[in-house]
């Protein structure tokens, strides 16, 4: 079955404490990305990836990290987490990104206590 | 930049009333359009799209129609249910800058559906 696949689903943890939230994807995708859904403003994106070692900033990339060192995955890193990181992330993957649809996750819900 | 504008909700409906969420975008160039949906607890799912101007995308019941001349994208259904009841992004997937081919989302309509 065709999907991307993220983990943990949901983690609370403390201020500080590095996390990393994986995402897999199982379709052989070039274009990888992260969101995070907030309350009030929709999903923006955090980071991604066009291929194999080539990642770029999204919309607010500040306080996260990502790396792409293989196809089917692609890691948002939280070096030191706060409490204004505490929301709902999405990844998604689709085939080259131009102009198609994007196949997400189920989500992650993080809490930065 | 690129952004989308989707109608405010919440929208509650009864079972089998027509369903309108508007929407509509600003990009340079022409740029694909998305409708997903968000059922409790998972993640978004493509409910339909459409790459070209006129083009009508149609899933599930579900339409709409990439009009050009007004920049919108409206989301309409005849009759809905309350396996409906879902919250409905319009998004859009163009030129953002460099190789980012990045989906811009609107804020999201929750649709409840009431027997």
């Known amino acids: 079955e065709a999907q991307v696949t993220q983990n943990p689903r949901y983690l609370i943890t403390v201020t500080g404490k590095k996390l990393t939230v994986t995402c897999s994807q199982n379709m052989n995708h070039e274009y990888m990305s992260w969101y995070r859904q907030d309350p009030g403003l929709g999903l923006r994106q955090i980071y991604y990836?066009?291929?194999?070692?080539?990642?770029d900033k999204g919309d607010v990339p500040e306080g996260y990290k990502v790396s792409r060192k293989e196809k089917r995955n692609f890691p948002l890193i939280l070096e030191s987490p706060s409490p204004n990181q505490t929301s709902l992330y999405f990844c998604?993957?689709?085939?080259?990104?131009?102009?198609?649809?994007?196949?997400f996750g189920d989500g992650t819900r993080l809490s930065i206590l | 930049g690129d952004s989308v504008t989707q109608m405010e909700g919440p929208v509650t409906l009864s079972e089998e009333a027509f369903l309108t969420i508007n929407c509509t975008y600003t990009?340079?160039?022409?740029?694909?359009l998305f409708w997903y949906v968000q059922y409790p607890g998972e993640g978004l799912q493509l409910l339909l799209k459409?790459?070209?101007?006129?083009d009508k995308g149609s899933n599930k019941g579900f339409e709409a129609t990439y009009r050009k001349e007004t920049t919108s994208f409206h989301l309409e259904k005849g009759s809905v249910q309350v396996s409906d009841s879902a919250v409905y992004f319009c998004a859009l997937s163009g030129w953002s800058g460099g190789s980012n081919y990045k989906l811009t989302f609107g804020k999201g309509t929750l649709l409840t559906v009431n027997p």
């Open positions: 990009a340079t160039g022409y740029p694909s």
């Open positions: 998604a993957s689709s085939l080259s990104g131009r102009f198609q649809p994007q196949h």
């Open positions: 990836s066009m291929n194999v070692e080539v990642t």
């Open positions: 459409a790459t070209k101007a006129d």
